[in-house]
C-alpha cells in the first residue's frame, strides 16, 4: 500500500439490488452502495483521513492488504466523489450518504482476539518512545498561538499541549555522529576517547569519530540489561533507524573535509571572474560540497508517485516499530533515527500545499564583506557563494542566488518535510493510543542538530549559528506538567539522565560520568527553573565546513562564540531576546566586556578549550599522515585526494566540489604540503580579501 503502484481493478460480478462483490488480488469484497459510516478508521500514512483511490475494488485490495495488521482491515468506505477509501478495523450503523460505498472483507477474515486487559500501571518502569529526526531547527516548534508560522505540525501540537515544550535546547556539536555520540553516552565530545584505524583519539570531533564499537553503556543498553535491581529489561523495538554514534561512520571525503581544516586551500575572491567554470585558476571559491552543495538550488517538488511517503526508508520502520506498539510488550523501549529532514531539500506537492507561502520568512542577507571570516569561511566551503562577474551569465546566476523567492521556495521545502514527519509522529501516537498504554509511556521528540536553511548565507549544520545549534524537545508522560514551555537552557547531553530517572534505572559503575542533568524537575514540578543545574549549556564543532574549532555557551538571554584557542580572533557576543537573528555583535562594545569575562570563564571550567583546539589540530595530522597517507603506494594519495583516482577516497574541493579543477590541482596540493611541514597548529580564519600566496 505504502509506495506502491495500485493496479486499476474491474468489478467481476454483481448480485442483487446494489449488493456487489468486487475482487482485487488479495481477496474478494463485499459492498453496498450509496451507504457509508464515519468511524473506526486505521490509521494508514500517520493519519486517520483516508487513502487515495479511484474505484471501489483499488478501495477493497488496499483493505486486504492491511487486513494482517493489528488492528487490521475489516471494513471500508469508498468515496467516489473524493476518490478516497476509509480502511477500518470496525463498523456501526450504516447511514445513506450519496457517492459512498460501503464495503467489508469476503469471505471475513477471523477476528482478532480481544486484548488481554492490561493490569494497573504501577507508576514504575513506564514505555519509553524516543524519535529523534535530523536537521530540526528548534524555534521551528516554538509555540504560536496567533497561527503566524507556516509550520504545520498538527500531531505535535497535540503532543505539545499535553506536555513540556523545552525553546532553549541545544545540540552539543551540531553534526550527526558527534550530537548523537554525545546523547547516547551521556557525554560531551572532548571525553569520548577511543581508537580509529589504530590512531589514538580524545574526542568524537567529527563525523569520522564516535563510540567504540564495543561500547556497552548507550542509555539504550542500560534499559535493555539486566542490572540485579529488581527491573525488568525493557523490550527493544524492532529497528533503531539511523544511529550514527560509532567510530567510522560516514565517507571518507567528508573525513578529509575535516582533516583538512587548517589547510589553506587557495581561492581568490577579488577576481570577478572567479567561479567562471572557464576560468578555474583565474579566479575562484573553494567548495568543500560536492557539485557545490544545495545552497545553489531550488530543491526537488515532486508531484507523480507516492505523495504522502516521500522517505520510504523512514516509514517502513515506523510501520514495524508502531505494530510492535500494538503487540503491547511491556516495558517497551521504542527509538527511531529519522534521516528526514535532512538535506537534499525535498519533498511532495501534497507536503508542500501544507505550508502556507505568505508565511513562510526570508531572513536577510550581509554583504559578503561583512561576513566574520569564519562565518565566510563556512559560506564557501558549504558552496554557498554567488558568482561575482558582469558576463551576462554571472549576472543571470546572480539573481538566482540572491533571489528572496528562491530562499523562500527552499524554506518552504524544508518546513514541509518537517510536516511529513508529524505525519509519522502521528502514526506512533496513533498506536499508543490503540494499544491503551497512553497511562504509562512517555513520548520523546527531538533532533540532532538544526539546519540553516538559507539563514546567514548558508545551508547544513556545524556552526555555532541558532538555527544550526538548537533543536527542539518535546516531553509527554505519566506526571508530567501539561501544556508548560522551558526557556531554560539545556541540551542533548540531559536525555541520558532523565531517561534513567524515568525508568530508575542506576547508571552503570563503570560508566565516566554523565555531563548532563535530569530534567524530570522541569518536567513535573510547578517552577519553570531549575536551580540545581548549571544556568548554562555548551556546544562546540571540530568538524567539516568550518576553518577552526569553535565553542559557545548559552547563559540566560546572552550567547557567546569562542574561536580556536580564544587568541585568533575575538568572541561574538549576542543577546538572544533581542536579537533572536544574531545580527548584532555585541562583542566588541566595551560595556560588555565583564560579560564576555565571565561567560568566557564558565566556558572554560568545564572545557579547556585552549587545549582541546590544539588537541583537535594534531588528531587532523595524525589521521592524515598515519593512516591516509599510509593506505596509498609512492605517493598515490595525490591522486586519489584530487579526483583522479578511487574518486571516494576524494576530497571535494575548487569552486563547484569534486574533482578538482586542473588549474587548482598544483596549487592545492601545494597547499596541502605546507600543511604538512608546518607544526600543527590553530590557524585563524580567512576572510573574503585573503589571496593566495604567489608560488
Sequence with gaps: LEGRTVMMLSILASVTCANLVVASHEGQCHTTTGKGYNGLDLVVNGTTK???????????????????????????????????CHPKYGAGPLDDRGGVTFGSLSPMPPPPPPPSPLPPYTGKQPNIVFLIDESTDGRTYNPDPDNKSAVYIPNIRKLQARGVTFTSFYSNSPVCAPSRTS??????????????????????WNNAEGNPEDYDLKWLDVLQAANGKGLTPYNPSPSFGKTDWTVGGHAVWNWLQCWTMYVHFPYNMTNPAYQDPTQNGTGYA???????????????????????????????????????????????VVYQGMNIVHPPYATSQFWLDKIDNSKVDVPAWAPLSELHPCDFQSSMLKGCIPPSGDSESDNVAKAQFYSTERRRLIRRIYLAMIAEYDSMVGQYVSAIDQSGVNDRTYILLTSDHGDMRMEHQQFYKMVPWEASVRVPLVVVGPGINQNRVITQPTSLLDIYPTILDITGFPLPKNHTGLDGFSLVPLLTKDSEKDASRPNYVISQGHMADNAISWYLLRQSEMKIVVYGTGKEHPPKLYNLTADPGENNDLGRDPAYASTIESMTAALKSNIDFPSVSMDVAQYSKAMFVDWYMNQSQDG???DWIVGKDKKIN?????????????DLIEPGLNAIDAWLKATPTVLPCRGVDWTPPEN
Design 650 to 662: 576524494g576530497v571535494p574541493g575548487g569552486p563547484n566540489g569534486t574533482p578538482w579543477p586542473q
Design 286 to 332: 573553494w567548495s568543500e560540497q560536492p557539485e557545490g552543495g544545495a545552497c545553489r538550488g531550488y530543491g526537488t517538488v515532486k508531484t507523480s508517485g507516492n505523495q504522502t511517503r516521500t522517505n520510504e526508508g523512514d516509514w517502513g520502520i515506523v510501520d514495524r516499530n508502531t505494530e510492535f506498539i500494538l503487540t503491547k510488550p511491556e516495558p517497551f
Design 183 to 204: 546523547m547516547i553516552s551521556g557525554r560531551h565530545v572532548h571525553r569520548v576517547p577511543h581508537v580509529h584505524n589504530n590512531v589514538h583519539v580524545n574526542g568524537a
Design 636 to 638: 598515490t594519495w595525490r
Design 50 to 84: 483516508g487513502v487515495p483511490a479511484s474505484s471501489v475494488a483499488e478501495c477493497c485490495s488496499i483493505c486486504w492488504e492491511l487486513e494482517s495488521r493489528s488492528p487490521g482491515c475489516r471494513y471500508f468506505t469508498f468515496s467516489a466523489p473524493a476518490q478516497m
